[in-house]
Antibody, heavy 119, light 112 residues
Framework: EVQLEESGGGLVQPGGSLRLSCAAS????????MSWVRQAPGKGLEWVAN????????YYVDSVKGRFTISRDNAKNSLYLQMSSLRAEDTAMYYC????????????WGQGTLVTVSS | DFVMTQSPDSLAVSLGERATINCKSS????????????LAWYQQKPGQPPKLLIY???TRESGVPDRFSGSGSGTDFTLTISSLQAEDVAVYYC????????FGQGTRLEIK
């Protein structure tokens, strides 16, 4: 069974940093594009970042470029999102999602980890 | 950049009736080399992550009931639920994956 489990969320002050992790199981992580998608409280879905199978190609939404870094460790079956210079508008549930067969629509999602940026 | 616009923002339909949600892209999602539309639909229920329903604009994900169908090409797409069931109450999102990823703003579907 495919499983994705996010961790690392919490309360952080504006300007602070946080590292999210996503533990993958039930499939071979190295075969898939992976993404982070976020959802502010009561709002819609927003794509944040993509990373290809070997971690060479990375793409970000404009609002997080230069502040967030997506990475992966296929040997550890893990995906990461390093977030810095956090802002109140980064407050959201952050989901880890698996791309389907080489494309970036998502057939599996984690339950999410909540990031709250507040003083 | 792609802008995805869904209509309506909310929709109330009687049980057993048809529900139709529209999604319009600011640019064509049809990739000429493979003749595929890079458009997916998701369902999200409260407190849950999204669930993939449709991809390539009209291909139903495994296990999704056949009352869900997708149609359209280029810039205009539709998700249709042929006979609304109580468990279909949710927010529905379209997503383009032609160039990175962009979601529509969501359509809230309720029972009338």
């Amino acid at each position: 069974e495919v499983q994705l489990e996010e961790s690392g969320g919490g309360l952080v002050q504006p300007g602070g940093s946080l590292r999210l992790s996503c533990a993958a199981s039930g499939f071979t992580l190295s075969n898939y594009w992976m993404s982070w998608v976020r959802q502010a409280p009561g709002k819609g879905l927003e794509w944040v970042a993509n990373i290809n199978q070997d971690g060479i190609e990375k793409y970000y939404v404009d609002s997080v470029k230069g502040r967030f870094t997506i990475s992966r460790d296929n040997a550890k079956n893990s995906l990461y999102l390093q977030m810095s210079s956090l802002r109140a508008e980064d407050t959201a549930m952050y989901y880890c999602a698996r791309g389907y067969s080489g494309y970036v629509f998502y057939d599996s999602w984690g339950q999410g980890t909540l990031v709250t940026v507040s003083s | 950049d792609f802008v995805m616009t869904q209509s309506p923002d909310s929709l109330a339909v009687s049980l057993g009736e048809r529900a139709t949600i529209n999604c319009k892209s600011s640019r064509s999602l049809l990739y000429n080399s493979n003749n595929k539309n890079y458009l997916a639909w998701y369902q999200q229920k409260p407190g849950q992550p999204p669930k993939l329903l449709i991809y390539w604009a009209s291909t139903r994900e495994s296990g999704v009931p056949d009352r869900f169908s997708g149609s359209g090409s280029g810039t205009d797409f539709t998700l249709t639920i042929s006979s609304l069931q109580a468990e279909d109450v949710a927010v529905y999102y379209c997503q383009q994956y032609y160039d990175t990823s962009t979601f529509g703003q969501g359509t809230r579907l309720e029972i009338k």
